[in-house]
């Protein structure tokens, strides 16, 4: 331990061994290598990358605050340390960008993937269509109750304050079943657009990919890929998860 400059020798026994203590910093992207201090960092790529050389994963690092960069873990290792170099993130991204665009899913698939969207939101279609017939039913009751209003004013049968009064609040019901058919209406095109924009982001994952947030992209990656194995900065080895694997294919 140190205290005020002085180093001393601890009084007890190390309850772990060295060895056993580093590897557990590495792990943990907790030991420093070449005077700078690791942190956890986050990309769309974590937990999926591994090493060709010695089959260890593949971690994330920054150096000097602005060069990110992917390095195996195994070059920490003080025996038989892996000698794969570091990876630029920038290498990584664009041979991943690369590997999207060359994944197609079949017209069976997209097929597929448009009956279960349909399916998915019918009832949706089906809530709003019910509630625009309502409106509509509701309107031309308005109408019927304003035509038998003019017949009882016509007719002596309501003072001209009731006759107001009765319009102004057939007017506010009449605006306001309007404004839930407008809604309804809204309702329907955006079902319409969200079936549409699946479908497209389902057609081009290359577009989908390149402007999805890091969050999404990390949930796409984890959801296609199964693992990625690196060598020398590039891609040697991709599997796919198992539902994924039998479905895209390269175009």
């Known amino acids: 331990m140190r205290w005020h400059g002085t180093e001393y020798p601890g009084n007890h026994t190390p309850i772990i061994p060295t060895d056993l203590f580093s590897q557990v910093q590495a792990i943990l992207d907790g030991k420093a290598i070449a005077g700078e201090r690791r942190r956890r960092h986050s990309h769309p790529l974590k937990g999926l990358l591994t090493c060709a050389s010695c089959?260890?994963?593949?971690?994330?690092?920054?150096?000097?605050?602005?060069?990110?960069?992917?390095?195996?873990?195994?070059?920490?290792?003080?025996?038989?340390?892996?000698?794969?170099?570091?990876?630029?993130?920038d290498a990584i991204d664009t041979a991943i960008g690369d590997l999207y665009r060359q994944l197609q899913l079949p017209d069976a698939i997209l097929d597929q993937v448009a009956h279960d969207l349909e399916h998915a939101v019918a009832q949706q279609r089906a809530d709003v269509h019910a509630a625009?017939?309502?409106?509509?039913?509701?309107?031309?009751?308005?109408?019927?109750?304003?035509?038998?209003?003019?017949?009882?004013?016509?007719?002596?049968?309501?003072?001209?304050e009731r006759l107001s009064a009765e319009q102004r609040r057939i007017t506010s019901e009449q605006h306001r079943a309007r404004a839930r058919l407008a809604e309804a209406a809204?309702?329907?095109?955006?079902?319409?657009?969200?079936?549409?924009?699946?479908?497209?982001?389902?057609?081009?994952?290359?577009?989908?990919?390149?402007?999805?947030?890091?969050?999404?992209?990390?949930?796409?990656?984890?959801?296609?890929?199964?693992?990625?194995?690196?060598?020398?900065?590039?891609?040697?080895?991709?599997?796919?998860?198992?539902?994924?694997?039998?479905?895209?294919?390269?175009?």
Not at 55 to 71: Q, S
Not at 208 to 222: D, F, W
């Open 55 to 89: 089959g260890r994963r593949l971690t994330l690092t920054i150096a000097k605050g602005r060069f990110p960069y992917f390095f195996c873990l195994g070059t920490q290792q003080r025996n038989d340390p892996c000698r794969e170099p570091y990876t630029p993130v």
């Open 132 to 160: 625009e017939l309502t409106m509509r039913r509701r309107l031309e009751q308005l109408e019927r109750d304003h035509d038998r209003l003019m017949r009882a004013y016509y007719a002596d049968a309501l003072t001209a």
């Open 186 to 251: 809204q309702g329907l095109a955006r079902v319409d657009d969200l079936v549409g924009a699946a479908l497209a982001h389902a057609r081009d994952l290359h577009a989908t990919y390149e402007h999805a947030s890091p969050a999404v992209r990390r949930m796409l990656n984890h959801a296609i890929f199964a693992g990625i194995t690196v060598s020398d900065r590039t891609l040697v080895d991709v599997t796919y998860q198992a539902p994924f694997a039998p479905l895209v294919t390269p175009t």
